[in-house]
């Protein structure tokens, strides 16, 4: 028996756990290490989708299932398995046309299976390819392959913000729309954040709500956030989860999960 017994830490990856120089800060690792010695159980919730964060799993021990594409995938990385995934509707095709209509610019990533598809590539959309290190289909979105697990909107914030306020303005029904920096608005199906799907793990795991903590940098971040005993960010985190209340801790350059760690310690 641990002292972490039945306690969950759940990081974001990307400017979280994964710092500004493309790496898990020694720290960080020493910390988990710990950690899961004592009991608990520790992992990510990401915006990547299985093939961009999959590369990445090895850098740190992952003892419980990986939320994925921004909260439409919950995956045991473990098992080799998808336990969880949801869907955009059929109508994504055609809604995303007509936004693309009103906003010429804006480029856009849908991700099919393990696949990913790109329309109307800006500046933006080149770097996030680059920084994920994956290859796409450049494809018309009335011809990309259903369904969706998400699509990434890709442009400068005041185009977005307008996009996003369209979009859940004409689709809210069907929609979550949340950024996930200034320079990418995420799309899901109504309901599927990173928060919905910590809280099917928990129920997965059997774990005691109360004793979950999330960690996390921007406003996709925050449906986490709320589901946690001590909503936790790094001091590099978007002034959105800052205004909303979030503990503050070290940069994510120095290892915020090391800062976690240490309160739990006195905590438990």
């Known amino acids: 028996m641990g002292k972490f017994d039945g306690v969950l830490l759940v990081s974001d990856f990307d400017d979280t756990l994964y710092d500004s120089h493309h790496r898990i800060p020694p ?3 020493e910390a988990i290490a710990y950690f899961q010695s004592q009991g608990g159980r520790f992992t990510v919730a990401t915006g ?4 961009t964060f999959a590369p990445h799993v090895h850098l740190t021990p992952i003892n419980a299932p990986v939320v994925l594409s921004n909260g439409s995938a919950l995956y045991d990385f473990q098992a080799g398995r998808m336990l969880e995934q949801t869907f955009l509707p059929p109508s994504a095709p055609e809604n995303f046309a007509q936004l693309l ?3 010429p610019s804006i480029g856009i990533e849908a991700y099919h299976q393990e696949d990913i598809y790109v329309w109307n590539p800006n500046p933006i959309t080149d770097a ?3 920084k994920v290190g994956t290859d796409y289909h450049i494809c018309p979105v009335s011809q990309v392959p259903t369904p969706w697990t998400k ?4 442009q400068e914030h005041p ?3 307008q996009a996003q306020a369209w979009l859940l303005g004409k689709y809210g029904l069907l929609y979550e729309a949340i950024f996930s920096n200034q320079y990418y608005l995420e799309i899901t199906l ?3 954040t990173k928060g919905g799907m910590v809280d099917k793990m928990v129920s997965r795991l059997g774990l005691d709500p109360h004793h979950v903590y999330c960690v996390g940098d921007n406003q996709n971040d925050i449906p986490m956030l709320q589901r946690s005993a001590i909503p936790f ?5 978007a002034r959105e989860v800052k205004d909303w209340g979030a503990q503050i801790l070290c940069h994510c350059d120095d290892g915020v999960i090391g800062d976690i760690v240490e309160i739990l310690d006195r905590r438990y």
């Open 27 to 29: 720290r960080n690792l």
């Open 48 to 51: 990547r989708a299985h093939r």
């Open 101 to 103: 209509e009103k906003f």
């Open 128 to 130: 996030h390819m680059k």
């Open 151 to 154: 699509a990434i909107l890709q």
């Open 159 to 161: 185009v977005l913000l």
């Open 190 to 192: 109504k309901g599927s």
């Open 233 to 237: 960010a790094p001091s590099n985190c």
